[in-house]
Structures are given as structure tokens and as C-alpha cells.
């Protein structure tokens, strides 16, 4: 049997969500969630080594296998919002791949098609299957709650079949 931690990222600048979850086949369970908030007075710079720095603490803390990112969502109305959310995701790679860890991408709609069976599905209903998935989560917030549902996309696509103590 496979057993992964799994530690999904949600990119944001005011907010990035980050999820641990172990799967062990197809049991999954949450270990830990959280959200990085870096102030919103800093600097660009010091926003990014704020979300940098509290994902390494996280990875550091947990330990996790493997690492899965939401992509962003480029909104063609606000460009200058989908650069500033793809600087938040640099640093959100940046993170996991300084520890060594694989590194999934996935795309919004992939990941609520994991979730939801449904591509297009609302985020209420995203939040919804998480915690009915992890009730150990509690009411997790929203960017948590998205965190989560990356890493459990991550499980359901298999990961990269790493075990605790090795590769498969």
C-alpha cells in the first residue's frame, strides 16, 4: 500500500492556503491546515518572502512527500491581478521545490472535477465535499478548504507514488 503526505497549496497574495493530507490508498485523511497572510502594508518583495517563508515553515513542520499548487485562473478582464496572483504562485512553487518535493499543477477545473465530478462546480460546493470528505478539517476557511482540495486531487491523480521511508 502507498502511503503519502500530501501538502496542497491554494497561491494567494493576501491569503495562501496550505493543506496536509495523508493518503493512504484510497483512505484519506487531513493532518493539518492553515492559511499564510502575509500584511498587507508590506512590499511586494517582503509579501512574497512572508508566503515563501511560512510555506517552508509548514513543509519543514509536516514533512510532506509530495506537493500539489493550484495553476492560476488568467482573467482576461483583470491582468494586472492574475500577475500578482502568479507572483504569489511563484513563490508558492518555490517553497516545496526547495525541499526537494514533486511538484503537481493543477488547474481549477480539474481540481473541482476530483472533488465535485463537475469542472464547473461553485466554490460552495467544493468547501462542502472537503469537509464532508474531511470532517477531521472542522469548518475549515475557504483558502484551507481550496488548499485541501488540491492536495486531495493530487491523491486521486495518484501522485507520484512515493511511499513514507522511500519510492514505490
Known amino acids: 500500500m502507498t502511503i503519502m503526505r500530501i501538502i496542497g497549496i491554494d497561491p494567494g497574495l493576501n491569503r495562501c492556503g496550505w493543506g496536509i493530507i495523508l493518503a ?3 483512505r484519506l ?3 493539518a491546515h492553515g492559511v499564510v ?3 498587507a502594508d508590506l512590499s511586494m518583495g517582503r509579501r512574497l518572502a512572508a508566503i515563501l517563508d511560512g ?6 513542520q509536516h514533512d510532506p512527500h509530495e506537493a500539489a499548487v493550484e495553476e492560476t485562473y488568467v482573467n482576461t478582464q483583470n491582468p494586472k491581478s492574475a500577475l500578482l496572483l502568479g507572483q504569489a504562485r511563484g513563490a508558492a512553487l518555490i517553497a516545496p521545490a526547495r525541499h526537494g518535493l ?13 472533488l465535485v465530478g463537475n469542472g464547473q462546480a461553485e466554490k460552495e460546493q467544493v468547501s462542502f465535499m472537503v469537509r464532508r470528505l474531511m470532517p477531521a478539517a472542522g469548518n475549515v476557511v475557504a483558502d ?25
Do not use: N, Q, W
Not at 510555506?55 to 519543514?60: C, Q, S
Not at 514533486?102 to 476530483?114: F, N, R, S, T
Not at 484551507?144 to 511511499?163: E, N, P, Q, S, Y
Open 29 to 31: 485523511s487531513h493532518v
Open 144 to 168: 484551507a478548504a481550496d488548499a485541501l482540495a488540491v492536495a486531495i486531487c493530487h491523491a486521486a491523480h495518484g501522485g507520484f507514488r512515493k511511499r513514507i521511508g522511500g519510492v514505490a
Open 55 to 60: 510555506l517552508e515553515g509548514v513543509i519543514e
Open 102 to 114: 514533486d511538484i503537481g499543477e493543477y488547474a481549477p477545473a480539474e481540481i473541482k472535477k476530483a
Open 24 to 26: 493512504d490508498g484510497a
Open 37 to 39: 497572510r502575509p500584511k
